[in-house]
């Protein structure tokens, strides 16, 4: 019998302070996810020194917990899992640093994930047999990207967000509706009680056929469309919120259908933050269902960032032996996908 | 007794390991490679130059501020992880002491000066007759010119007459402070203007003497200052 692989994930890429224990890159054993959502409210937004200092207090407990929570010991684990990029470089520090010296320690490899690579395997938690080429939508605050996946652990960026990142949209535009922080579930309520298409909105980049977002425009016309309205006309903020929605989600979804059918692909996943909005995965299944393209999106709680995604993706750098040596740096940007 | 110390809050980054009161092993470097790199690196040297592993370390020395908010969190990042995967205790020193205490036996004032960017320093003022320097101020986050103030009172209290300034908190505004300190003040030696490791472990191991230890839950950076946004919200209106 193949022996089992236990890893241990840690994520500090953003505003989460996580870690998770993973079976075979499939079974999650604990999934802890130490949320700075309402310190960073008080602000209107991350701040990335204050999410850092989060991450470097909280650290060890949630390390700690994630090991309780399994009913495993240090030394039972495989490996170290670690998001080293993209994400907040001074936030990635300190996952990354922590979990060099506790591989070191342990004498345990260390292996780096790519924290869109981790969203995208959240799906691979939950799904099983998910077929390949595949197309995936990573959708959250600071991404909005198209990648096509010819095989496992192979990713090859097809389009992306040229400014705003959907997830970044909707928490300005909720901002500036007055909605509230966090954007993406402030603007799914008030929209629930609006009417999308009583004022219209463009689906920009649509007609384009590239898989290359913006959104920045959209926000742009969204806040200039409230300022308009909203003195005297009996449109509301909700309808405004609902509209928003409507024309984000339909380009999300119409580019990813896009991608599938020029790449032959045999699946679509959605992944990230956004991919937890209600009508963005009610669209998508729809769309999804009239192509006939199976469709695999992860359940609420690992749409968010957490530490299970980073631990199921390195199950994969495990088994091909790509490890990182203790010299391994946190980057920030996409500097390669 | 082992002691293994660790240091990046400022610039440099500095790994020692102390072995009963003897230094055995640093590693100092003060060029390019940031500190995410060098580091752990570093630490596996160390312990291998002098055939030792984790397991036969007694406790993890680590400065935790006043410096740089992100090379400090690299290294108390480091040392939780030892911390935590070996259930070793945690000694933290703050970094003003461990710069001060690069120079003992004076009847100067040690003044260790961090350059905090934003026109300040980190820095407090020590008395240096002591085998131990003993601080006689806060650790400050302050103007150049609001240190030299603090440092003269602090001299009138004391009735001494001279300081010693060191740190790379100095360079910057060498000027100002020749100017306003003249003759009273004279400049450590190059090689002791930045913190070293091996004065980190001193410390630790008079910490861990006295039993002053924390685990990798308890300890936490010694920023002084708040995040800018704090700021910005008022909360660093006193
Ligand atoms: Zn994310």
């Known amino acids: 019998m193949k ?81 080293n990029t993209p994400g907040l470089v001074g936030a990635l520090l300190v996952g990354l640093s922590f979990a060099k010296s506790f591989a070191y320690t342990l004498d345990k490899p260390l292996i780096a994930v790519n924290h869109l690579h981790g969203h995208i395997y ?88 590239d898989f290359e977002f913006s959104f920045s425009g959209l926000k742009t016309a969204a806040m200039n469309l409230w300022n308009k309205v909203k003195k005297g006309s009996n449109c509301t903020v909700n309808d405004i919120a609902a509209e928003f929605q409507a024309a984000l989600v339909e380009v ?20 990230g933050g956004v991919a937890a909005n209600e009508k963005l995965r009610t669209m998508m299944k729809n769309r999804a269902q009239d192509e006939g393209i199976p469709l695999y999106y992860p359940s609420l709680l690992l749409c968010t960032d957490n530490a299970a995604m980073i631990a199921g993706n390195a199950y994969y750098h495990y088994i091909h032996g790509h490890f990182a040596p203790l010299d391994t740096n946190a980057y920030p940007g996409l500097s390669s996908l | 007794m082992l002691i293994l110390a660790i240091d990046s809050a400022t610039p440099v980054a500095g790994v020692a390991l102390m072995e009963k009161g003897n230094l055995i092993k640093e590693e100092f470097v003060n060029y390019k490679k940031t ?48 911390g935590l995967a070996s259930a070793r205790p945690l000694l933290g020193i703050n970094t003003l002491d461990a710069l001060a205490y690069n120079i003992i036996g004076s009847d100067a004032l040690l003044c260790p000066l961090l350059d905090a960017r934003k026109q300040e320093l980190y820095t407090a003022i020590y008395d240096g007759s002591y085998s131990c320097p003993l601080a006689l101020t806060e650790s400050l986050a302050c103007s150049p010119k609001k240190f030299v103030d603090t440092a003269l009172e602090v001299a009138a209290e004391q009735g001494k007459d001279s300081f010693i300034l060191l740190g790379n908190g100095y360079y910057p505004y060498k000027d100002f402070f020749h100017e306003a300190l003249g003759d009273s003040m004279t400049i450590a030696a190059e090689h002791l203007m930045l913190p070293r490791a091996a004065a980190v472990a001193s410390l630790g191991m008079r910490k861990l003497e006295k039993g002053e230890i924390q685990d990798a839950f308890q300890i936490r950076p010694f920023y002084i200052r708040l995040s800018e946004a704090e700021y910005r919200l008022g909360k660093g209106v006193f």
Request: proline letters at 3%; aromatic letters at 6%; one cysteine or more.
């Open chain 1, 3 to 83: 022996k089992d692989i236990l890893i241990l994930g840690i994520e500090t890429s953003c505003d989460e302070t996580a870690a998770a224990i993973v079976r075979n890159g499939e079974d999650i054993l604990s999934n802890i996810i130490n949320s700075q959502v309402k310190i960073h409210q008080e602000f209107g937004g991350i701040v990335p020194e204050i999410a850092s200092r989060k991450h470097i207090e909280n650290i060890a407990a949630v390390v700690d917990l994630g090991f309780k929570e399994a009913g495993l010991d240090y030394r039972d684990i495989d490996a170290v899992a670690v998001t």
């Open chain 1, 122 to 209: 959240a799906n691979f938690l939950e799904h099983r047999n998910i077929e390949f080429p595949a197309v995936s939508l990573v959708v959250s605050g600071g991404h909005t990207s198209l990648i096509y996946m010819k095989d496992t652990g192979q990713f090859e960026l097809i389009g992306q967000s040229r400014d705003d990142a959907a997830g970044e949209a909707f928490d300005k535009v909720a901002r500036f509706l007055g909605l509230g922080y966090p954007g993406g579930p402030a603007i799914q309520e008030a929209a629930r009680n609006g009417k999308a298409g009583l004022v219209k909105l463009p689906r920009v980049f649509l007609d384009r056929n």
């Open chain 1, 252 to 271: 999300l979804v119409e580019k990813s259908i896009g991608a599938v059918q020029k790449y032959q692909a045999k699946s679509l996943m959605i992944a």
């Open chain 2, 35 to 82: 500190h995410s790199e060098s580091l752990m690196p570093m630490i596996d040297r160390v312990l291998r130059g002098c055939d030792c592993g984790i397991s036969d370390l007694s406790a993890v020395a680590v400065t935790i501020g006043p410096g740089s908010f992100t090379g400090l969190r690299i290294g108390l990042a480091a040392a939780k992880g030892i």
